[in-house]
Every structure is written in C-alpha cells, then in structure tokens.
C-alpha cells in the first residue's frame, strides 16, 4: 500500500475534520495537495478499497434496523441474494456458511417499514424470515486498524437528537432526518462538503458543522471518517462468531468479547427457538481462515468461554455491502 493511502486510511478513518475546508486540513497533514487528494480519494473508491466519505450511525439511535437471515437452497442462493438486494433497504448481504446461509442487513425510517420490507421478501422469495433486531452493542466500530487502537467506552447509551435544531436568523430550521438523507451515502468529494450539504437542505455551512459535531458527542454518529471495505483491504477471511451465553452473563461476556483486537462487531440479539439458540454475535475479521479460527481459540480459552456452545459462520460471497440508508425517496 502506497504512503498516502496507508496514512489516509489509517489516521482519517474516525476524527474527520469538522471544519469548512476539512480537505484543506488533511491534505497539509499528508503533505499533498487539496485537488490530489479528492482524486485519489475518488480512486479508492472506484477500485472498491474506500466505500465512501461519511458517519458511521450507531444502529437504532436514528430509525431502524434489523439483522435478517433465511435458510435457502443452494443452488438458488444467487438468485434469492438478488431479488433481497431489489429492496433499497438492504445495506450489507452475505452467504455464510451454515444452514442459515443468507444473512442481509435492513435499515429503515422505523421498525414499520422494516416489518413491510420483511414481508414482502418473505412473500418475493418464498422463503421465510428470521429478524434478529439488535437488543444491546457492546463493540461497533467497522474500522480496520494499520497501527492504532479502537475506540475505548462503546457502551454508553446516547443521548436523544432533536428532531429540528434552530438555523440563523432567515433560514428554516435543520431537520435532523433531512442532514440524515445528505450524509447517509457520504461526504461530497469537494473542498467544501459541509457547505455544499448546508445548499441542499437550505441552511448554512456553520449549522450543518455544529450538528455533525453534536450528533458526534451524543453517540449518535459513531465515528466520521473514510469507511474502508474490508475485503480488498486484504482481511479477505471474516466470520460472525455467535454464542449461546446464559442471560446473567452476556453483558459481561459482551463487554469482554468487544475488547478483543480482531473484533469489529459486538452485540447482543435475541433468540429465536427451536432455530436460533444463540444470544451473542461478534464478527472477526482476518487475512485467512486459520487466522480468524487462531483468534476465535484465544478468546475461548482466555475469557473462560470453553463450555459456551457456539458456531462459526464464516462469509463467503458478498452481495452487498454499502451504508445504511435510513431515509428513502419512493
């Protein structure tokens, strides 16, 4: 990986400048130039390595969100992955190996719409549903580290956004699902994306700054930076790792579990008997199998979790994976 790219990915992953010429900033940081660096941005991002520019949403904090997966024959797999995919409120969608081998990701306005997008899927495909809405997080970063540490207290609780903040004196009031709708898919790739976002939801560059901050401080936005996409930054083996912990012990198990180095994702979803009897989910990622298998080990003989039952679900082909869109247009 080329000086530039290992710097930009590694140090603007999360703390993404919230100031008018944020590209002006990390561009004399690297020692380049502004237009250089938004090309070479716009480069990743064609060759897949940065997905885009952009909050990352704590799940539920703004609208809704579930976890599905559905138990699909083989050799029609492609095509169910396909018909999910029609639906705009699927973001990620992955074959994993197990008899559950489809597993997507749904976000939407409200736990309303994910029940429409669930039935009608259901109804589209012919094949049943599991939803595993999300109960608590104890570890959700998504950033792929090159040399630092992840973020420390991911267990907090944010506080609650109003719904529209006051603008200055003429302008109309920013609504927070409308700064949502702007920021969902990215930052525009320009000197001033603050200020070109302020011009779409007519408001000013200072208000939409001062409301990214806010959003940030509350917990709301877990980190805004550059979001990377795991597989063609080489961790070309990941797995979701889900345990059957007793329910006195998953908060501190979780807890545990989060602060382990090869864990991106943490958290704890229901079960869903006879089918489903596991509580906990963390997903690890590695450069091989035998990699993620080596860490899975660790964990269990380190924190104690040799009699838990559990399952490896390891990823196999990627029909999807973009950001959450929370608010859709018909």
Same mark, same amino acid.
Do not use: K, W
């Given at each position: 990986m080329e000086a530039l790219t290992r710097r930009l990915l590694n140090d603007y992953?999360?703390?993404?400048?919230?100031?008018?010429?944020?590209?002006?900033?990390?561009?004399?940081a690297l020692d380049t130039g502004?237009?250089?660096?938004?090309?070479?941005?716009?480069?990743?991002?064609?060759?897949?390595?940065v997905s885009r520019v952009g909050p990352v949403f704590r799940p539920n904090t703004i609208?809704?969100?579930?976890?599905?997966?559905m138990a699909v024959a083989p050799a029609q797999l492609a095509h169910v992955a396909a018909l999910v995919n029609e639906y705009p409120q699927v973001n990620h969608n992955y074959e994993r190996e197990h008899r559950y081998n489809l597993w997507f990701v749904l976000t939407a306005a409200d736990r309303? =719409?994910?029940?429409?997008?669930?039935?009608?899927?259901?109804? %589209?495909? #012919?094949?049943?549903?599991m939803s595993l809405p999300l109960v608590r997080d104890y570890h959700i970063d998504l950033g792929f580290h090159l040399h630092f540490d992840p973020a420390a207290d991911l267990t907090r609780i944010p506080d609650a956004v109003a719904p529209c903040v006051a603008a200055p004196q003429g302008l109309p009031a920013v609504c927070t699902e409308d700064l949502i709708e702007a920021i969902q898919a990215g930052l525009p790739l320009v000197p001033r994306p603050y200020l070109a976002i302020a011009e779409r939801i007519g408001t000013n560059e200072?208000?939409?700054?001062?409301?990214?901050?806010?959003?940030?401080?509350?917990?709301v936005i877990k980190r805004l930076g550059?979001?990377?996409?795991?597989?063609?930054?080489?961790?070309?083996?990941?797995?979701? =790792?889900?345990w059957d912990v007793p329910d006195d012990r998953v908060d %501190?198990? #979780?807890?545990?579990?989060?602060?382990?180095?090869?864990?991106?994702?943490?958290?704890?979803r229901p079960r869903h008997p006879p089918d489903w009897r596991y509580n906990l989910f963390c997903m690890v990622h590695g450069q091989e199998r035998a990699e993620v298998l080596a860490c899975i080990a660790r964990m269990r003989a380190a924190l104690d979790l040799n009699g838990i039952p559990h399952a490896v679900l390891f990823s196999g082909r990627r029909f999807r994976q973009r950001g959450a869109r929370y608010r859709i247009r018909d």
């Open positions: 992953q999360r703390e993404f400048p919230l100031e008018p010429q944020p590209f002006d900033h990390i561009a004399h502004t237009d250089a660096l938004l090309d070479h941005l716009r480069e990743l991002q064609v060759q897949g390595v609208g809704a969100s579930t976890l599905a997966a309303t =719409a994910i029940d429409a997008t669930l039935t009608a899927i259901r109804r %589209r495909t #012919g094949y049943a549903v200072a208000t939409v700054i001062a409301q990214l901050r806010d959003m940030l401080e509350r917990g550059v979001v990377v996409r795991h597989h063609e930054l080489g961790y070309r083996a990941n797995a979701m =790792a889900v %501190r198990v #979780g807890r545990l579990l989060g602060d382990q180095d090869c864990v991106t994702l943490c958290y704890q």
